[in-house]
Each structure stands twice: as C-alpha cells, then as structure tokens.
DNA sequence: AAGCCGGGGCA
DNA sequence: TGCCCAGGCTT
C-alpha cells in the first residue's frame, strides 16, 4: 500500500470516529443481526430501514426462529419496504443456514457468499462487521467516494467497472481493521462525500481529490444509466357479499410476488368501465354471481416506481352469489385483511377508503 | 450484458 | 422530474 493509499484510509478512518452515525446495528457483533441489517439496507436508507430492523430482529430473535417461521409472516413483516424477494431470499437463506450449517452463521467469505440474497457486496460487509474478514465493501457510496477521489469515469454500472472499483477498494482497504475502515467509508459517503452538492472545502480528503481539483465532483461517478419506465395499467376489483371480500396471492414472477391483492384485471391500456365489461377475465371472474351492481371508484391511483408507473382503477361490486368466487379466490372478512401482506400500492387504496378526506 | 424488482426523499 | 439509496437475481 502506497503512502496516498495509507492517507486516504487513516483519514477517512480519522473523519468516521468524529462523524460516525450511532446504529443498532454498529453495537453488535452478532453475525445474525448485521445480516438482517444488510439485506434491509440493500437500496434502502437508513431512515427508511431504521424500524423495520428493530421490528425484524425483536420479532425474530435468532436465526432459527426466523427459518421456522411462515413466509406470509416474514412478507407481512417486510411490507412497505420494497424489492420483496429480498425478504422471500432472507427466509430461504434462514432455512440455508438451520439445514446447511447447523444452525451456526457461516463465518468464511464463500460461504457467507452461498446464502440466498447474498452477494459480494454484503458478504463483504457481513464478513468484515462480524468476523474482520478483509473484504472490501463496494456499495453505491463506496463508488462514489473513489471514482470522486481518482477521477475514475469507468461507468459503474458495468462488469468492467464494477471489477475495476472492486480493485482499487481492496487495494485501500485497511486489512488490519477491515470492519472498521469499511464502515467508515460507507458513512463518509453518506454523509460528507454526498450525491448532490457535497460540501468539498470542508472535506479533509478535499487536497487529494481528483475530481476537486478538475472541479468536475459532480460528474461522478459516471453511469450508463437508461432504466426505462414502463406504463402498466391496472383494474382491481373489490368485490363484496355479505361482510366478505375476496382476495388472491400473487405468485408469479413478477412485481410483489407472494403478497395478496384484490382480484386483479391488467389491460395493455387504460379501460372505461364498458370496455373492462366486454374482456374475457371480467366475465370469467363474475359469472354466475347472481346480480351484479358496479360502482367506479371515484380516483385512479398512480403508483410510481423506479422502472414502471402503474395506473390503478378500483372498482367496488356487490354481488348476491359466490359460489363460483369462493373457490378461485380467498374469501375474508374485511377485518381479516390487516392479516396479509400487501403492496403499498392496494394498501393506499384501503387508506383512502377508510379516510376518503385525507389526501395520499 | 441487460432487464427486473419498491418505495421514498430530495433538489 | 430525475437521481439516489449499505444490491442481487434472472434471463
């Protein structure tokens, strides 16, 4: 390691001590509980995760209690949060753990590296947190703190990058205190070395910063970039007899898979209530319900994500026989509903059902 | 290599 | 609006 090398890493070492984010998380070097953590905190801030990891782990005090668990309780547990197969990864790698490993947490790179939902980065951050392996973390602050620093315009979003950033944070990584120093430069990017309008001249690595120099900070790190954004457009159905209310699981391979939802109709386009009329699944589902009464729900709910913008129609009917619904979809009480897990998406349709003033 | 997967905060 | 967040899996 060459003396800027050195340099960088005491200071940024030296700036983590001063300004380091006090988390649960940081208190332990439970194996188990910084696992939970990582996998929260994947694309996910702090603020957003913060109570969903006190929740997980007070829930689920060990490892094998939460691979004994149902996975409806674990999904039920992540809603809200998003990219749901990291909770769905999170119980199958339990269960990895219990039958695989005895029960122990894996305590090698490569095995830690084997769970599902692990990859390099958190089976760095895993590694390094709970048994000091010297692994390098490369997680979104940890890009931009080194293609700033070196001027690096590889796109990050790339293999040839990824490989070449991975190099340059293990070159700087401090293998003497690898949790440590990989703690700190995730933090020095969340906080000083930020995405927008960092505060450069009272940085203490600002003398050694490329990207300072050439005033250029903002244009790092360089991305390739394009997520496209896809409309989709969906048409629910809150269909009701007696106090009952029918619902589904979804179980493809697609957005939300394994939480429930009201009976579902998605169309390439956006439907009048005739037009939804006249599809086959809309018949299919309603058929032999006795007597049919629609009303439209007053909104369209626009639910955007960072790859698609679903167009959300809801509408309430009545029907007097479910002979036939009964056993294509799961029948509720209405009060039975808090027991699943659901998108944010349908659980903004129920707050607005039940506060139909309040704007969301 | 590219596409897919959520939700929210911020300028 | 666009960008980003302690990324990983599938195709």
Redesign the pocket.
């Known amino acids: 390691m060459n003396q800027d090398s050195q340099f960088i890493s005491r200071t940024i070492i030296e700036w983590y001590n001063h300004h380091k ?1 006090d ?1 649960p ?2 208190e332990t070097k439970d194996p188990y509980r910084i696992w939970i ?3 929260i ?8 995760g913060y109570d969903y990891y006190i929740r997980f782990v007070d829930t689920f005090p060990d490892i094998i209690q939460l691979a004994d668990a149902d996975e409806d309780q674990v999904l039920k547990l992540w ?8 909770a769905r ?1 999170l119980h199958t790698a339990a269960k990895q753990v219990r039958d695989n490993f005895k029960g122990s947490f894996p305590r090698t790179y490569e095995d830690i590296l084997s ?9 760095a ?1 895993i590694g390094s ?1 709970a048994f000091e392996l010297p692994y390098a ?1 490369v ?3 940890v ?2 703190v080194l293609s700033r620093l070196f001027a690096i315009d590889t796109p990050i ?4 990058g990824k490989k070449l950033f991975t190099e340059l944070a293990n070159e700087l990584l401090d293998t003497k205190q690898p949790g440590l120093y990989n ?1 700190s430069i ?2 020095f ?2 906080l000083q070395c930020v ?3 960092p505060d450069c001249p009272n940085c203490p690595l600002s003398d050694k910063c490329m990207a300072y120099a050439q005033g250029k900070v903002s244009s790092y ?1 360089v ?8 409309e989709r457009f969906f048409n629910y159905l809150d269909i009701h007899y007696k106090n009952n209310t029918y619902i589904q699981k979804r179980t493809a ?5 394994n ?1 429930y939802e009201l009976p579902l109709i998605e169309t390439g386009s956006e439907l009048t209530l005739e037009e939804l009329q006249q599809t086959q699944p809309f018949t299919d589902i309603l058929q032999n319900a006795g007597n049919i009464s629609i009303r439209p729900v007053s909104f369209t709910l626009k ?6 913008i679903i167009y959300a129609k809801f509408y309430k009917i009545d029907i007097t026989d479910d002979t036939l619904l009964k056993d294509r979809f799961i029948k509720i009480d209405k009060s039975q509903l808090d027991n699943y897990a659901i ?3 349908v ?2 349709y129920f707050e607005k059902q039940a506060k139909p003033d309040l704007f969301l």
Do not use: C
């Not at 639910?303 to 698609?308: M, T, V």
């Open positions: 984010r988390l998380w940081r953590s990582e996998i905190l994947q694309q996910t801030r702090v603020v957003q809603q809200g949060l998003g990219y749901y197969s990291r990864n769970l599902k939902g692990v990859g390099e980065y958190t089976a951050a947190f973390v997680d979104g602050n890009f931009r979003d790339t293999s040839t703690q995730m933090d990017g969340a995405p927008q309008s790190p991305k390739q970039g394009k997520t496209k954004v896809k391979n697609d957005i939300w898979k939480l639910h955007i994500l960072s790859h698609r998108s944010r998406l659980d903004k």
